[in-house]
């Protein structure tokens, strides 16, 4: 049995496992099997985490997190969750393998996933035109005419990525201002190929085999129209991934974990939580990072306080059983 | 990386189309991170399944002909060759149960 089992491999699971990994704590992250790095594995350049100065690429970031927790001795497996048994001292992780670990703590940071947009023929057309990941297939849109949908960070920062390839990039945002940050948003007005769609939602897809256009309509005055294009790209945001916990942590309304004021501690004792499955608000790789850190110091100072009983039970073996 | 033979535009018919065997190609590109990420699963479907299925890789980069042939949009993509038809199309990196069971039918 494990001190503390880590599930999630973004910049919050990745603090933890080095924090608790320092702490001589032997972490066990899970990092799943085909997402290990999280969200970041997905994003080009980084300009606003701290330490890089001339920014970093967002894998390499995640390299370099992984490389400072296996350093200190956070053993890695790829591999995904299908349950979690969080009641009672000792906590239970089913792993897609079969194997069961188990723990005194966990500490939940899955992240969150991307929000779809809800819309016939989006789940068809999926991978066909329609896409969630602009680093991944904006190489197909050479000279072509897409469309970004969102108005946030990853909106602006698809949108200015896309113009490396497309001809055009519409960017339709059913506001009229867009939540991004200046510095994004700046750049994106600045960029000749991009052209705001304000006020608008995307209501159809067509397409019989590839994306061949959207129909939107304006939020104002009911106004609809088509556009022509081939590539539509969804980033209306994302959602806290907690599938595995329903029925056993307690959530906010919002859908994210709920933990207790400003720490990471959730309603089972010994389960803490971390990153954007518990926020709402600022979702950045610092701030992740920052939860990570909480976590594994809430885990330590839950551990120290256990009788000596139970503690003797956790050994630093890899033990599945 | 991978111990997929890699196929290029220039032996796509030979290796591919004019097989006998169930191709599956994995289409893909270096700075695609799902790609990284499904290739070792690949391999894995392809050794336990070796009497049943062949797993080879195109990298889109370097042979553009075949990805724009097949409408490649997205990578990972994964086409099922049989007798030079496309049978089957898998998007994006998933698990291993999640793989397995989209090609359930050329596991069996």
Not at chain 1, 93 to 107: F, P
Request: hydrophobic letters at 40%; proline letters at 4%; one cysteine or more.
């Amino acid at each position: 049995m494990r001190h503390v089992i880590i599930i999630g491999s973004g910049p919050a699971g990745y603090t933890a496992a080095i924090y608790a990994a320092r702490a001589s704590l032997k972490p066990l992250l899970i990092a799943s099997s085909v997402e290990a790095g999280g969200e970041l594995m997905k994003t080009t350049e980084v300009e606003n985490y701290p330490g890089f100065a001339e920014g970093i690429q967002g894998p390499e970031l995640m390299a370099q997190m992984l490389a400072q927790a296996e350093k200190f001795g956070t053993e890695v497996v790829y591999d995904d969750v299908v349950k979690l048994e969080l009641e009672g001292d000792v906590k239970r992780v089913h792993l897609g393998n079969g194997d069961v670990h188990e723990a005194l703590t966990v500490i939940f940071a899955t992240g969150s996933a991307y929000r779809k947009l809800g819309i016939e023929d989006e789940t068809r057309l999926s991978g066909h035109g329609v896409s969630w990941c602009a680093t991944c297939d904006g190489f197909f849109f050479r000279q072509k005419t897409i469309a970004v949908v969102g108005g946030g960070d990853s909106a602006m920062e698809e949108a200015t990525f896309l113009t490396k390839f497309a001809d055009k990039v519409y960017v339709v945002h059913r506001k009229d201002e867009l939540r991004a940050s200046k510095a994004m948003q700046e750049r994106a007005f600045a960029d000749p190929k991009i052209e705001f769609l304000w006020n608008n939602e995307v209501k159809h897809i067509y397409g019989d085999e590839l994306v061949t256009g959207i129909g939107i309509v304006n939020t104002v005055d009911g106004s609809e129209r088509t556009i022509d294009l081939s590539g539509l790209f969804v980033a209306i945001g994302a959602d806290p991934r907690t599938h595995l916990v329903h029925g056993q942590l307690e959530l906010n309304p919002d859908g994210t974990v709920k933990v207790d004021g400003r720490s990471s501690r959730t309603n089972i004792p010994g389960v803490f939580a971390a990153g954007d499955v518990i926020d709402p608000t600022y979702r950045q790789a610092v701030t992740a990072a920052g939860s990570g850190t909480v976590a594994a110091l809430d885990a330590e100072h839950y551990l120290a306080a256990l009788p000596k009983e139970t503690l003797a039970r956790a050994t630093a073996e890899p033990a599945a059983v | 990386m991978s111990n997929a033979k890699d196929v290029t535009d220039a032996t796509f018919a030979d290796e591919v189309l004019n097989s006998p065997d169930t191709i599956m190609v994995d289409f893909w590109a270096e700075w695609c991170g799902p790609c990284r990420a499904v290739s070792p699963i690949l391999d894995q479907i392809a050794q336990e399944n070796s009497d049943k299925i062949k797993i080879v890789k195109l990298n889109v980069d370097d042979n553009p002909q075949m990805a724009m042939k097949y409408q490649i949009t997205s990578i990972p993509a994964m086409k099922v060759f049989r007798g030079g038809e496309v049978v089957k199309t898998v998007i994006g990196a998933k698990p291993k149960p999640a793989l397995e069971a989209d090609l359930a039918e050329f596991l069996a």
